[in-house]
C-alpha cells in the first residue's frame, strides 16, 4: 500500500466514460466538503456551532441542530459543478432534480448522529451514487444498483471510507494538506470477531429472535456460542460501522414494537443502502433480519429499514432466527426462551 496515494490522484485515474467521471467529480466534492464540515466540528462552539436545535424539523421529522443546516449548505454548494439528475437528502423533504439527462443520482445524510455532537462524540456523512437512467424515477431500484457509495467519519480523526464497487478503501485527512490520504485498501471485516453492538435498552420492545441472539451472546462461553461476547454501543452509525470495518462484530438496529419504529429508523437510500454496500464489498453482509438489504426498493424518499450489518455468519444467523424460530431452540435449548432478563 502507497500512503503517499492521496483520493484526489486516485479519482484522476478513474477517467473514462460520462458515468465513471460523474462518480469521480462527486466523491470529490463530497470529499472537499467534508474537509469543511470537518473544519466547523473541530471548532464547536468557537465557530458558533453548539448543537442546539435549530427550531425546525428536517423532512423525516427528526429536530435539527444547527451543524445539520450548515452540513447541507456545504454539500449542496459542493455538488453545484457535478452533474447530477437528482439528489436525496435527509434535509430535503423532497428529491430535488437536476439534468434528466446527467448520468447519475446521489442520496446523502449530510451530518448523520448530529444528536451526539453537543457531547463531542462522533458524527459523520454518508452517501450513495446510483446510474440515472433518462426517463426512469430515480431511486427506484434495489440498492444493489449503487456504482459507489461511503460516509466519511469525523471522530479523533476524519477518515473517508469509500467503495466504488470494487472493495473498500479508507483514506484518512491530512488536515496540513487539506487532502485525504489511503491508509488501508481491500478492507476486510473482520470474521471471527466475538463483539456486538445494541440499545439493550429496548430488549422489551424487541422482537423474538433478536432477544434469542442478545441472549446468545450473554451467555458467553456457557451458552450456545461456547464463547464470551463484549457489547458495544455507541449511538452513531458511522462509528459503528467504521468499527466493524476495523475490529469485526455485528450491528444491530432492528424494527422493534414501539410506536414508529415498526419499520426500523435508519433511512434506506441514504443510510442502510450505501452501509450495506460497503459491508458487502467489504466481505460481511447486511440484512433486515428477513432480506438483503441491497435487495429493497426504496417506495418513498425517506422510507425506514431495520439494519443488522457486520461479519456474515453472524448476520446469517441472526437471519436464520428470523425466519426459522425453532432454530433457536435446536441449538441452545436451555436459552431459547427462557432469555436473561426475563424470569
Not at 492521496?6 to 462518480?23: K, N
Not at 445494541?198 to 432477544?211: G, K, T
Not at 450491528?251 to 429508523?265: I, K, T, V
Request: net charge negative; charged share 20%; with cysteine.
Amino acid at each position: 500500500m502507497d500512503q503517499g496515494q492521496t483520493l484526489s490522484r486516485f479519482l484522476e485515474s478513474q477517467a473514462g466514460d460520462p458515468q465513471r467521471a460523474a462518480v469521480a467529480a462527486a466523491v470529490g466534492a463530497i470529499a472537499a466538503a467534508s474537509v469543511e464540515i470537518s473544519e466547523l466540528i473541530g471548532q464547536g462552539a468557537l465557530a458558533g456551532i453548539t448543537g442546539k436545535a435549530h427550531g425546525a424539523e428536517n423532512a423525516d421529522g427528526d429536530v435539527q441542530k444547527d451543524l445539520d443546516v450548515k452540513a447541507e449548505e456545504i454539500i449542496v454548494k459542493a455538488l453545484k459543478n457535478v452533474p447530477w439528475a437528482a439528489l436525496a437528502s435527509e434535509e430535503s423533504d423532497k428529491l430535488v432534480m437536476g439534468d434528466p439527462q446527467a448520468p447519475i443520482a446521489i442520496a446523502y445524510d449530510p451530518l448523520d448522529g448530529s444528536s451526539n455532537i453537543d457531547t463531542n462524540m462522533t458524527v459523520g456523512t454518508i452517501f450513495s451514487i446510483i446510474p440515472n437512467q433518462p426517463g426512469v424515477k430515480p431511486f427506484s431500484a434495489p440498492g444493489s444498483c449503487q456504482i459507489a457509495a461511503g460516509f466519511v467519519v469525523y471522530g479523533p480523526q476524519t477518515s473517508l471510507v469509500l467503495t466504488l464497487g470494487n472493495g473498500v478503501d479508507i483514506y484518512t485527512l491530512d488536515r496540513k494538506a487539506k487532502e485525504y490520504r489511503l491508509i488501508r485498501e481491500g478492507v476486510k471485516v473482520p470474521a471471527d470477531t466475538a463483539e456486538y453492538a445494541i440499545n439493550a435498552s429496548n430488549h422489551r420492545h424487541w422482537e423474538q429472535p433478536v432477544r434469542d441472539f442478545v441472549d446468545e451472546c450473554l451467555a458467553g462461553s456457557d451458552g450456545p456460542r461456547a464463547k464470551d461476547f463484549n457489547m458495544r454501543w455507541i449511538g452513531s452509525l458511522v462509528a459503528e460501522a467504521y468499527r466493524i470495518l476495523t475490529r469485526g462484530g455485528v450491528f444491530l438496529y432492528p424494527a422493534d414494537s414501539r410506536p414508529g419504529y415498526g419499520e426500523g429508523r435508519l433511512r434506506v437510500l441514504y443510510e442502510t443502502h450505501p452501509m450495506a454496500f460497503v459491508m458487502e464489498q467489504a466481505g460481511g453482509a447486511a440484512s433486515t433480519g428477513r432480506e438483503r438489504v441491497l435487495d429493497l426498493v426504496a417506495k418513498s424518499t425517506h422510507q425506514r429499514s431495520p439494519l443488522i450489518m457486520g461479519s456474515r455468519e453472524k448476520v446469517a444467523r441472526i437471519e436464520l432466527l428470523h425466519t426459522d424460530p425453532s432454530a433457536a431452540s435446536r441449538t441452545a435449548p436451555l436459552f431459547a426462551r427462557r432469555g436473561l432478563f426475563r424470569v
